[in-house]
């Protein structure tokens, strides 16, 4: 079994930077995909970026290409997302996500075994 905690959400005016952090623990050598999901509220969950930590691909939700970073640490089991320029419509339950799977499904929240409890994100 995996466990993942998240944290640094928070309040932050628009066009501001949050960075979130994502810690996994357990079985991290069984984990080859970790990925951020958000969901805005009354929606389902949709995926923000993923890592393929086999070989290192990441991919990006279009909406948010150029705004946010991944940042995978391999030693620490921590995947990072850093987030820039800000909108308000960013405003959302960020969640982090990993599987043993390879990714291929990233988009849907479904394929992914592990979740944590999520960090909320309010841009006003």
């Known amino acids: 079994h995996v466990q993942l905690v998240e944290s640094g959400g928070g309040s932050v005016q628009a066009g501001g930077s949050l960075r979130l952090s994502c810690v996994a623990s357990?079985?991290?050598?069984?984990?080859?995909?970790m990925a951020w999901f958000r969901q805005l509220p009354g929606q389902g969950r949709e995926a923000v970026a993923v890592i393929y930590t086999g070989d290192g691909r990441e991919y990006y939700r279009d909406s948010m290409k150029g705004r946010v970073t991944l940042l995978h640490t391999r030693a620490n089991n921590t995947l990072d997302l850093q987030m820039n320029r800000l909108k308000p419509e960013g405003t959302a339950m960020y969640y982090c996500a990993a599987d043993p799977g390879s990714c291929i499904r990233w988009t849907y929240s479904g394929a992914f075994n592990y979740w944590g409890q999520g960090t909320q994100v309010t841009v006003s």
């Open positions: 357990g079985a991290t050598d069984t984990v080859k995909c």
